[in-house]
Each structure stands twice: as structure tokens, then as C-alpha cells.
């Protein structure tokens, strides 16, 4: 019998931090991510499968207490996020019409904390990032330099930037930068 080999995925930015003045950059733990479209008859089951409410207002985002995160990216599209579950399992459970997608394998996270973690990220994003505007729970899709992101505000001081695996180093150096010039 042929043995089965299990592949061990190193994370892009797997020991590397950084930050400036009031701020600190390091990689998101590991996580799972699914890509989930639905129409709004649907969400409350499929809410009641991942075990949140799924927002449904621009800009937000929900989480419950055992670490899944839940954010609204359109009128029919949520990214979630989730370092201990397995959301796409849950979602299966769901019989209502959905696509439900595994993008673990695409993304990483970059996680931007301190008082000068909102100017670091205003320096490569057009986004409008303040308290009035960008609220903790807050979330929306925008680019940060050349590069798509997701930011999500976690805390008052605390941001992750989500991004594609393949641009993480870019996300990474372009904040290390940013945070270097930042004065808190």
C-alpha cells in the first residue's frame, strides 16, 4: 500500500514583524477563510449553521465568542475568517442555496496594532479609516497600494489587512515603511 504524503503549509510571512513608533506589524495566525455568496432569503440559515450573524450592511462585520469573524464585502458576499473552526464543514450543513469557497490557501492576514496603526494604514490606502468612519467592527474591500485588501478594525488600535498570499510580501514591506515614518 502506497504511503499518503501530507503537505505542510508554510505561511508567507511565518517569523517576520515589524513597526515604528506606536505601531507593530505581524502575521495573522493561520486561518481558514471561505468565500461565501448567497442571496439574502438564505442568510439566516446559513447564519445559523457558521453560528454568527452574517451583517448585512455595508462596512461591517460580526464575530462570536469562539473566534469566527463574519465580513460584509457586497450585497451578496461575506469573507469569512475563522483560526480554530472549520467554516466550510458548517456551511455544508446548510440546505439552502449558497457557494461556499475554501480560499485558505490564497490569503494571509497582516495584523497593524498600536496608536499608529490607522496612519500607517492611511498611507497606501484611500480609504477613509477614522473613528466616525471606520468604527471598530468596521470592514470593507479597497487596495493599499497596488493591491486589493480586506481591512477589518478589530479593536480601537487594531487592524488585520487581509491580502492574497502571493502580494503578502509587498503588504508587509509597503506597512513596515509606513510605520517607520509614522509618529505616533
Sequence with gaps: MAD???ATRIEPLAGRAGGGAGVALA???PASRVSLRA?????????????LELPMSPKTSASNAHGRLAAWLGPDEWLIIDETGDPLADLGK???????VDISHRNT????????????LESGCP???SDRAFPVGSATRTVMGKIEVVIL???ETEFRVECWRSFSDYAFGMLSEAAKDCLA
Aim: hydrophobic letters at 50%.
Design 39 to 51: 442571496g439574502s432569503a438564505d442568510t439566516k440559515a446559513l447564519s445559523q449553521a457558521l453560528g
Design 109 to 120: 492576514a497582516i495584523l497593524v496594532t498600536g496608536i499608529g496603526a490607522r496612519a500607517t
Design 127 to 129: 480609504q477613509n479609516l
Design 94 to 100: 446548510a440546505d439552502v442555496l449558497h457557494s461556499a
Design 4 to 6: 499518503i504524503a501530507h
Design 27 to 29: 502575521p495573522a495566525a
Design 153 to 155: 478594525r478589530t479593536g
